[in-house]
């Protein structure tokens, strides 16, 4: 009897000893998790929650869409024969009166990150050391948790500025100009008296008188004619005194240099200047496949703000790609079937195309990864729990980048 019961409490032991075992890694990680305490929650639900613990706070990014155009003022002044442009000179498209014209001649779709308002986090924490296991941009954005390596932020110009650049253009008043005045003989008639009659000489008058704009325009367009001739007979060898070495070069160069000083009496001259505007477009759920006016834009003044209707308006667009809608269905039923505290929040961004259009007319186009089309996603308390995991998040997009022991 003594030994039945011996060998009856050794059994019950044998039992007991396997259930602890089998349930030992549940009872460690409940110890962990009550040990370690983490929560993550929005601060803009931080009323509905008690805080127990010291903590820091971080910043999921929204992306922010930066178009930099570039306009042309190109100013034309009339040359001062381009009326006989196209009767001494052939030339056709001679401009006969001066304008103002602005031009879109460059535009640049570029992207950069700011904390995004409504996703700021709250880490709390029961561990002294949390706040040295995250790392954090300036802005205070998402880029690691437990890595030793420090981030390295480029600093970028977000502000309107302005960039005038004049290019030098030739003035017609500098323009070397033929002789303005011309001789003129006149022929008069001087009478002289003898005894029986009366006799009439001639008298020629030399006298300067100003040559007609025809006149001026006819002798340089022969003159530039003429320049032409000789360049073409040097460069087939139509000379007597073929010039040596450098020589034909050198002939050749001030040849062209003299018809480009002349040449503009009748074809006039441009003068350019660049402008550069910068803008700022913040997506959202409410523009998102809507046109929205970035800027408007004149021909004859150049760049104008959305509000000033004397201008054509140049519009922004944005489409989304849609590649991560089907993560919110995912992230709806694991929700019903995984009871869990909140991790770190990142995001996964979504692909999107923006579309900068002057009228009807795309003028640039451009994909981006923008952070707010996309969807929050949770890290696990149990990778966080790990004494030697290391995370790494993009900071621009808020996405992660690595996890490793």
Not at 54 to 75: C, F, N, Q, S
């Amino acid at each position: 009897m003594v030994r039945a019961l011996k060998l009856y409490d050794r059994n019950n032991l044998i039992e007991e000893m396997k259930f602890k075992v089998a349930y030992l890694p549940i009872l460690l990680i409940l110890l962990l998790s009550s040990c370690t305490s983490v929560r993550v929650f929005n601060v803009h639900d931080a009323q509905q929650y008690e805080i127990q613990h010291d903590g820091i706070i971080y910043a999921l990014p929204r992306t922010v869409i930066r178009i930099e155009v570039e306009a042309t003022k190109v100013v034309t002044q009339k040359g001062p024969y381009a009326d006989y442009a196209e009767k001494y000179l052939g030339i056709t498209n001679a401009p006969l009166k001066d304008s103002i014209q602005w031009l879109l001649s460059d535009l640049r779709i570029s992207s950069y990150a700011e904390p995004d308002s409504n996703q700021f986090y709250f880490i709390e924490s029961g561990k002294q050391n949390i706040a040295q296991l995250i790392n954090v941009t300036p802005e205070g954005l998402l880029v690691s948790f437990n890595h030793k390596e420090t981030y390295q932020q480029e600093g970028l110009q977000t502000d309107l500025f302005l960039n005038q650049v004049f290019n030098e253009a030739i003035e017609l008043t500098q323009l070397p100009v033929m002789n303005a005045q011309t001789e003129r003989i006149d022929t008069t008639y001087r009478t002289i008296l003898t005894d029986s009659s009366s006799i009439r000489i001639p008298v020629l008058r030399k006298q300067q008188v100003n040559k007609s704009l025809e006149s001026k325009a006819q002798e340089i367009a022969d003159l530039i004619l003429e320049l032409r001739e000789e360049k073409v007979a040097l460069l087939i060898g139509d000379v007597d005194e073929f010039p040596d070495g450098k020589a034909l070069a050198i002939i050749i160069e001030e040849f062209e240099r003299i018809e480009e000083r002349y040449l503009p009496l009748f074809t006039g001259t441009q003068k350019k200047e660049s402008l550069t505007a910068v803008f700022e477009f913040n997506p959202n759920q409410e523009n998102l496949s809507s046109k929205n006016i970035l800027f408007r834009f004149s021909e004859d003044r150049g760049i104008l703000s959305n509000v000033d209707l004397s201008g054509r308006p140049v519009l922004i667009e944005m489409e989304n790609q849609g590649s991560t809608d089907h993560l919110l269905k995912f992230t709806n039923h694991t929700d019903t079937i995984i009871e869990t505290e909140n991790g770190l929040f990142y995001r996964i961004p979504d692909v999107t195309t923006v579309k900068v259009i002057d009228d009807t007319k795309v003028i640039a186009t451009s994909k981006l990864p923008v952070a707010q089309y996309g969807k929050l996603a949770i890290m696990p308390l149990e990778i966080l729990n790990r004494k030697n995991a290391s995370i790494e998040f993009y900071p621009e997009s808020g996405a992660l980048k690595k996890i490793s022991e």
